[in-house]
């Protein structure tokens, strides 16, 4: 395994570490499946990152570094580049295969001027554009206010932190597993009132799509009658859409007071809804948890859903979603071994 190092005190230092990883692949100096370690020293980077090589990637802080004190800071949107791949902080593009980026922050710093009727405001800390490889994000931190996080394909986050206001946790994935993981919606820069969604849903045809299991959601007061959903629905899944399916499932999370007791929204029937909630796809939960007064979590009050949700039954989470390999299916295998291959 390739091992590089890099420092906070040079400029672009990130970027010239997969510049040098590149330009070795093109003379053979290294070899298109050789695996390569950036470690990061504590510090701020202040690079917007691209890399989309074969070479398996495992970015990480320096062991014992918190995730706030190692941080990749930029400002991107789709206001300056067009397209998700295009306005993100850290893109990892379609000739990735194995990637683990572990104990650092990635920040988009734009920050809202008007009400986005061109969705301008799109700005995604990362974007994970890749239909084929394996990401694995572990006590990593992503913070922005709109699209903070894009995927594609199979991906999972295990004890991270997410933080932003609309739609930011989306994508057209096959699953995306999240496990312990921090979802926390932000104040709106522009002001009180406007309502924030977590997730928007465009999985792919007959997928799970986003599973957040044991995770914590929490939220800024936005005022004026603002809601807080978990999920808004992107309105254009159909059966026969190869994508844009509606479907995520909350397994076991403990969702705070400030989100709306329906959960899940069509803006008022503005929105189509594909599929209805089931145990296997659309928007469904098991085991939701509200905290209360003294701090501890009880079973969450469901009768108020929205009709287009779904409450699993004992036997469907057991059969389903009990553990990782479940919800991953065959990619779980690949997952440990390039777990252990990289610890």
Request: overall charge negative.
């Amino acid at each position: 395994m390739l091992a590089l190092k890099v420092s906070a005190d040079t400029p672009h230092a990130i970027a010239a570490a997969f510049d040098k990883v590149r330009d070795m692949v093109r003379t053979e100096a290294l070899g298109a499946d050789e695996p390569v370690r950036v470690v990061l020293a504590p510090g701020q980077y202040h690079e917007i990152l691209a890399y989309n090589l074969a070479n398996p990637l495992v970015m990480e802080s320096v062991p014992g570094t918190a995730a706030q004190d190692c941080v990749v800071r930029a400002e991107n949107c789709e206001r300056f580049h067009k397209d998700t791949e295009n306005r993100a902080v850290f893109v990892i593009g379609p000739n990735a295969t194995k990637v683990t980026l572990r104990g650092f922050t990635v920040e988009n710093t734009h920050v809202k001027t008007d009400d986005d009727v061109a969705l301008g405001n799109q700005a995604e800390a990362l974007c994970w554009h890749n239909s084929g490889g394996i990401l694995l994000a572990e006590r990593m931190c992503f913070v922005s206010r709109q699209d903070t996080v894009h995927v594609k394909g199979v991906s999972w986050f295990r004890d991270c932190y997410v933080s932003g206001d609309v739609d930011f946790v989306w994508g057209y994935c096959a699953v995306s597993l999240w496990e312990r993981c921090h979802i926390h919606v932000r104040q709106d820069n522009r002001g009180d009132g406007r309502d924030a969604y977590v997730l928007q849903s465009r999985a792919l045809n007959g997928t799970p799509g986003f599973v957040l299991s044991d995770c914590t959601f929490t939220a800024d007061a936005r005022g004026n009658g603002a809601r807080i959903y978990v999920a808004r629905s992107s309105g254009t899944g159909r059966s026969d859409s190869p994508d844009r399916w509606d479907s995520v499932a909350l397994i076991n999370c403990t969702v705070s007071p400030e989100y709306d007791a329906s959960l899940w929204t069509d803006e008022g029937g503005k929105r189509a809804v594909y599929p209805a909630g089931s145990a296997a796809v659309g928007w469904r939960e098991y085991g939701t948890k509200s905290p209360v007064a003294d701090g501890i979590p009880v079973a969450a009050d469901t009768s108020s859903r929205s009709p287009h949700g779904y409450v699993l039954s004992d036997q469907e989470y057991r059969a389903r979603y009990a553990d990782s390999s479940l919800i991953l299916g065959a990619a779980a295998a690949r997952y440990a071994q390039w777990e252990k291959e990289t610890r």
